[in-house]
């Protein structure tokens, strides 16, 4: 999607915030004992309460509002009866849609206690979000985001999860510009756009190298392969000439 009117962008402002709330409520909420479906349950509330739809049960009839991945467990891992434990590591993901206009965002959270090297994961995964966020503006290439994240992680000795994209957003929830590598990619030639609206979700991660699926009947839920912990921190944008608007903020 490309914004063409102030309306366009405080419909996907209002969208974008209502995601991030609901992430942030969600998150307050986690800690041990607490069931990955009792999550979900929060952050449906804070949706629907404000006229809000989950957009991967929209799309895609996930079998959840939110995705909630623990763990092993790299991507749109399915709300239910597993309990959250000290030392989990979990990333909720949530999407949404209202009057017609698409956000998503998504965080990794640790709880405590974890290692230093986990807590260094997650400070770093955030940080590996904002290297790519400074390479957006109008008329530099798509292919930088990919390139500044791709420097980062190997500085940092780091894998990039390398088949799991961000993407274009905005009157649906996966549109062009489609697979936008947050890993370098000699392939991307696009260029970013005045009012382009996409994703920059890098998947940082301690060995993982690829997402699949386990094998087990699951249609949904992706793991890293080789096995390592990893995190995903997920804004949605707008570019302009004055670098990126962030959507999902809270507030």
Partial sequence: MVITTEEELQKLKDIGR??????????????????????????????????AQSAPEFCYEFPGATCISVNEEVAHG?????????????NIDVSAVKDGFFGDTGSSFAVPPVSKQIEKLCRDGRRALWTGLQQVKTGKPIAGIGNAIGAFAAK??????????????GRSL?????????????????????????????????????????????????????????????HTIVVTRNGPIILTLPN
């Fill in 174 to 234: 996966h549109e062009e510009p489609k697979e936008i590598s947050t890993w370098p990619d000699p392939d991307e030639t696009r260029i970013m756009e005045e009012g382009l609206v996409f994703t920059i979700e890098p998947f940082l991660s301690l060995g993982g190298t690829w997402a699949e699926d386990g094998g087990n009947g699951d249609p949904w839920t992706l793991y890293s392969d080789p096995r390592a912990p990893t995190v995903q921190y997920e």
């Fill in 78 to 90: 399915i709300p239910g009866d597993r309990r959250i434990e000290a030392g989990d590591l979990v």
């Fill in 18 to 51: 209502l995601c991030a709330v609901a992430v942030e409520t969600m998150a307050k909420a986690l800690e041990p004992g607490i069931t990955t479906r009792e999550l979900d349950i929060i952050g449906r509330k804070v949706l629907e309460d404000n006229g």
């Fill in 156 to 169: 940092n000795r780091y894998t990039l999860i390398g088949n799991l994209a961000s993407h274009g957003v």
